[in-house]
């Protein structure tokens, strides 16, 4: 059964540093979002990304993250310099279609900043 | 500010017995409501979808949607401990992002 697979699963970083969250898609899937999810906290929508774009962002999406689709597969989270509150679950969803359609989450990045 | 609320448990019921789990939304214009799993320390695993009013049932598993009443509910049937997890409403309300509520952690004790 296709499924979304996301790299590193843990990441350790130091505050101030960049970090690269990569997930690659459901492959005939056409939506890609990233949420987070702090310890003990919701779910929240981070972005969302469609034919090569951002769809939606969030107020926590702030100039410190970008996303990309450096090739036909992958889908990147890139946090330019991290903070303390960053430190959280990272999952990397996709969907067939957009609003209405099923999103199928990855198994999640935990990032730990020091 | 659009909202999913759900009671955040634990909710506590026997092995074989049903489970309900409710969840209710802020927002009238809402189309489309999910139910993930969520074991801890994992990722949010889809169990069941609902687009229209009433009940749609796959397995054990029954979600039933009242639009009127802003409601959308989980009932697990024959309830096993391997259900044990934190179960998590999402909606859908305009766009593709989901909105989550903060999971009702299920607990079925043998």
């Known amino acids: 059964e296709p499924e979304v697979t996301q790299t590193p699963s843990h990441q350790v970083t130091q505050m101030g540093q960049e970090v690269i969250l990569r997930c690659v898609p459901i492959s005939n899937h056409l939506y890609f979002y990233w949420y987070r999810q702090i310890l003990g906290q919701k779910v929240e929508f981070l972005v969302s990304f469609y034919n090569n774009e951002i769809s939606e962002k969030s107020e926590i999406f702030d100039d410190q993250f970008s996303v990309e689709r450096p090739d036909g597969s992958n889908f990147t989270l890139k946090i330019r310099s991290t903070k303390l509150e960053d430190s959280a679950m990272y999952f990397c969803?996709?969907?067939?279609?957009?609003?209405?359609?099923?999103?199928?989450f990855g198994q999640g990045t935990r990032l730990t900043v020091v | 500010q659009k909202e999913v609320e759900q009671n955040s448990g634990p909710l506590s019921v026997p092995e074989g017995a049903i489970a309900s789990l409710n969840c209710t939304y802020s927002?009238?214009?809402?189309?489309?409501f999910f139910w993930y799993r969520q074991y801890s320390g994992k990722s949010p695993e889809l169990i069941m979808s609902i687009y229209s009013n009433g009940d749609k049932e796959d397995g054990r598993f029954t979600a039933q949607l009242n639009k009127a009443s802003q409601y959308v509910s989980l009932l697990i049937r024959d309830s096993q401990p391997s259900d044990s997890a934190t179960y998590l409403c999402a909606v859908n309300f305009d766009t593709g992002k989901l909105i989550f509520g903060q999971g009702t952690t299920l607990q079925v004790k043998p």
């Open positions: 969803a996709s969907s067939r279609q957009g609003a209405g359609t099923e999103a199928f």
């Open positions: 927002d009238r214009v809402s189309q489309s």
